[in-house]
């Protein structure tokens, strides 16, 4: 009679944390959330998120960092939208703020939006210019991009058009930027 294979014991918190983590980044709260949703008692999530931030593998600020910078340099969004993603992923306010200064660092963020700017302007060329600004203004605020940065990079970008980037506002809810 073959010999069946124990049952292997199921993985402890702290196992499957380390499995999320070597897969991605997590915040605190992200990986809070996982745990517990897969079974495990709160004392012993509470024990290994204590365990993690010991052994440096678990850090609010420094996944702050990395996701603005991320979100900066390839998703090309603008802070307000990290931000509202950082909150959305459970991190302080003090660790946003600290890990997207740090992220704007090593990442310009007026470049990213002219590059995105630059980038709508060539795919909307059929749109008249007249018609295109505003778009294009509306779909950067959209993109977590300050007005004050939007108006001047766009002044910046085309001159011309000055006059008509300091007449924008910031959209109001509800309003159609067509």
């Known amino acids: 009679m073959p010999r069946s294979a124990a049952a292997a014991p199921p993985p402890t ?8 983590l070597a897969r991605r980044d997590h915040s605190v ?12 008692p709160e004392e012993e999530v509470e024990a290994t998120l204590e365990r993690l931030r010991r052994e440096r593998y678990l850090d609010d600020r420094g996944f702050a960092e990395r996701f603005a910078r991320s979100r900066l340099a390839h998703a ?7 931000r509202q993603g950082l909150r959305q992923r459970g991190v302080e306010r003090e660790d946003s703020e600290a890990g997207i200064a ?6 310009d963020e007026g470049k990213v939006l002219e590059r995105l700017a630059r980038r709508y302007w060539r795919h ?34 085309w001159p011309r058009r000055a ?13 159609d930027p067509s």
């Open 13 to 20: 918190a702290y196992q499957r944390a380390l499995r999320r």
């Open 29 to 40: 709260a992200d990986l809070r959330r996982a745990l517990v949703d897969r079974g495990h």
């Open 76 to 82: 090309a969004i603008g802070r307000s939208r990290i």
């Open 102 to 107: 740090a992220a704007l660092t090593e990442v």
């Open 124 to 157: 909307h060329v059929r749109v008249e210019p007249e018609r295109r600004l505003p778009r294009l203004w509306a779909f950067l605020l959209r993109r977590g991009f300050a007005p004050g940065l939007v108006r001047e990079r766009l002044s910046a970008l």
């Open 163 to 175: 006059d008509a980037v300091s007449g924008l506002e910031p959209l109001e809810a509800g309003d």
